[in-house]
Each structure stands twice: as C-alpha cells, then as structure tokens.
C-alpha cells in the first residue's frame, strides 16, 4: 500500500466529521507547507502529520495532532515564539499547541503570525520550491480509539 493510501485508512478510523476536519487541516497545512516533508505518525494516543524541512523527524517544525474529538496544531518550538495574544498551551520546555475547531483556525492572522514565527525560526528551513515527500514514520499496533464512545 502506497503512502496515500496509508494515510486515508488512518483518517478512515475517525467518525465523519473528525475526518473532514482532519483533511480539511491537512489541506490548508498543505498550501501553506507545499515545499515540506510530511511525516505521518499513527500512534498509541493520537494521529500525527510533522512538517519538516528535511525527511529527519528531529527537523519538524509543526504537526497536526488529531484524536477522537480534537484536533491541535502543535508547534515543536513553541515555547520560544512570541504568542502576544496567549493562544498557545502547554507547560513543556519546548512545544506549544492550540486546539483548531476547524482549518479556518489557521488563517486567523494571531495564529499565522505563530506560524510565520515559526518557520522562520526553523533549523532546517523549508526548501524555497519543490513539492515535499510523504512518509509514513510509525503505526503503532495498539492505539486508544479514534472515534468517541458512544454514550
């Protein structure tokens, strides 16, 4: 199986609208990173795409954190970025997240000025053109359910 295809059956685990939110960050990501690696993780606690300059996981920049219910935008060095507006969480020493409702999230102009500070900030900045590679790092198999419990 392809890394595509890959991909769609970890997303396939979530119910319908976690899906759509999942592939509608993904998209947005997606147009603003196209010159990123993305390095999807199918993990014990969560579904993970890391954008990276380069095809090391150590390089990432920011990921996509997605579990039942929620998704985060989580930003490997965040804890030195300027957040004026204190939308970014976590106690970490070094990553910071915020929760997305939906991918509009990510065009508020307090979150792409996190972004934009990201990446300038990177180790290994993204290449100025080309398109970046898909690569399926882990799948984890035991993982906490992707869908909600039915209550």
């Given at each position: ?46 579904f993970v795409i890391g954008y990276s300059g ?98």
């Amino acid at each position: 199986m392809d890394a595509a295809a890959q991909v769609d059956t970890f997303i396939s685990k979530f119910d319908a609208a976690d899906r759509r939110r999942i592939r509608a960050v993904r998209r947005a990501l997606r147009r603003r990173l196209p010159t990123a690696h993305e390095m999807v993780y199918d993990n014990y606690n969560f579904f993970v795409i890391g954008y990276s300059g380069s095809e090391r996981p150590s390089d990432a920049i920011l990921s996509m954190a997605a579990q039942a219910g929620r998704i985060s935008l989580c930003l490997l060095r965040g804890a030195s970025l300027p957040d004026p507006h204190g939308l970014l969480q976590g106690e970490g020493k070094q990553t910071r997240f915020l929760r997305l409702d939906s991918a509009a999230t990510l065009s508020e102009p307090a979150v792409e000025a996190i972004i934009a500070a990201a990446l300038s900030s990177a180790k290994v900045p993204l290449p100025p053109r080309g398109r970046g590679r898909l690569i399926v790092r882990s799948i984890s198999a035991k993982q906490r359910p992707r869908r909600k419990a039915a209550r």
